[in-house]
């Protein structure tokens, strides 16, 4: 018997219903999230006749996305009628904002209560973090509330109550990071904190925040769809990274149907120390995974795969493992990006020393790799990578056992 069949027993004992399947939706859906398609559709089950559904979606998807109302009231190219049975079935409401933090470096992270309702003994709750600095503003997005991997290194991983976010709550993040920050016509930017120069508040998205992203493809799919349409919120799909611990099979699906930019969550060069830092690994081995990366659709120099290195002191920090890494990325087009632990309270691991930070990242440099170290942001809010983590409540060794378990048996 092997510790994998040991762990499985108490993984099916203690998880009877998933959250999600206990979950009740809203009884007045929010129209946040829904493709034009699903948009003609509640439309239509309104009795919107089919020969003006094209035009009427195109009316609202620009109030929705483009001017960002919150009321139906303020569509005013939409007919009164319209305007007036629209809130008998529908909202347009967003995740609600529960706290706002903003770091000294102007890192902002917000805690969103998911609507509907639960027979969980917590709130469904994600974090959504925006990280500025003086050209770009990046939003890292959640994708599930905590995660079924249980990577040892993450905050996330520790989390009990996981389900999928529904597209609607991914697009609201967005929705809510744009509100916040002032980013509709005519509206405020608040004062405090840091915000790019140019025009636009949020530039890039990275899928980067809790959950694992290509464990809810059709919703992350469908969300970042909606955040690229150019008649929208428009982010380009060049600025959206989706970052994955290794689900292999969705890979090749997310360059397909996505296009986006992908980021893969490595942290080491051999099976045997991945197997215990990403417990995914024991499902698909780094080959597959690089082989995956191998054929990712559109990767190219210019739009190169990220690696994400964890920088973990005494476990995968050392030259050899740099020189592994190099080996490793062959023929793939790479970039490197080393990000220094991020310790949480509880943590098993520290943060590498500075100085062999920097050998390693002159190792990868020597290479030919740009090695970024990617700077911590807001660690003082508990902002940064992997510290995101709704719930404080932590998990004991053994569910931790099971839950991983279960992730390796779906
Ligand atoms: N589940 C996805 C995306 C979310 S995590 C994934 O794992 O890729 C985003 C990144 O933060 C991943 O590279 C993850 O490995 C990294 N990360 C997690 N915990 C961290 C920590 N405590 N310090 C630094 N990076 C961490
Ligand atoms: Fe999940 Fe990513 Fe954290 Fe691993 S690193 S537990 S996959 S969120």
Request: with cysteine; proline share 6%.
């Amino acid at each position: 018997m092997t510790t994998l069949d040991i762990a499985t027993e108490p993984a099916t004992a203690f998880v009877e219903k998933t959250p999600l399947e206990r979950y009740v939706a809203p009884a007045k859906p929010s129209l946040i999230g829904l493709s034009r398609e699903a948009l003609a559709d509640a439309l239509g089950s309104i009795g919107v006749p089919e020969r003006a559904r094209k035009m009427r979606v195109q009316q609202i998807w620009h109030w929705i996305y483009f001017r960002g109302v919150t009321d139906f009231a303020a569509m005013s190219s939409v007919s009164k009628e319209l305007r007036a049975t629209l809130p008998e079935h529908f909202t347009l409401a967003r995740p609600e904002v529960v706290a706002e933090q903003v770091s000294v470096d102007g890192t902002r992270k917000w805690l969103l209560r998911l609507p509907g309702e639960t027979q969980d003994e917590r709130p469904h709750e994600v974090e959504t973090v925006y990280i500025p600095d003086s050209e770009r503003g990046t939003l890292c997005v959640s994708s599930q509330v905590g995660c079924t991997l249980t990577c040892t290194f993450c905050h996330t991983g520790t989390q009990r109550l996981v389900r999928n976010l529904t597209a609607g709550e991914i697009v609201g993040q967005i929705m809510v990071a744009r509100d916040r920050l002032g980013e509709w016509p005519g509206a405020t930017r608040p004062t405090d904190g840091v915000i790019p120069s140019g025009d636009r508040c949020v530039t890039n998205i990275v899928m980067m925040g809790m959950g694992e992203p290509l464990y809810n493809f059709e919703a992350v799919r469908d969300a970042l769809l909606v955040a690229s349409d150019n008649e929208g919120i428009g982010i380009s799909r060049r600025r959206i990274t989706l970052s994955t611990s290794g689900v292999v099979p969705n890979i090749e699906r997310a360059g397909a149907e996505i296009g986006c930019l992908l980021a893969v969550s490595l942290h080491a060069v051999r099976d045997e120390l991945r197997n215990e830092l990403v417990p995914l690994n024991r499902k698909y081995k780094i080959t597959e995974l690089l082989e995956a990366c191998r054929n990712y659709p559109g990767a190219s120099n210019a739009r190169r795969i990220t690696f994400e290195y964890v920088m973990l002191k005494g476990v995968n920090d050392s030259i050899d493992d740099a020189k592994a890494l190099v080996r490793l990325l062959k023929g793939i087009p790479a970039k490197i990006n080393l990000i220094p632990f991020n310790p949480w309270p509880g943590s098993k691991y520290e943060c590498s020393d500075w100085e062999q930070i920097e050998k390693f990242s002159q190792v990868v440099f020597d290479a030919g790799y740009a090695s970024p170290v990617r700077t911590p942001r807001g660690r003082d809010i508990l902002a940064a990578c992997g510290q995101l983590k709704s719930a404080t409540e932590k998990l004991s060794a053994r569910e931790r056992m099971a839950l991983r378990a279960m992730a390796m048996t779906d």
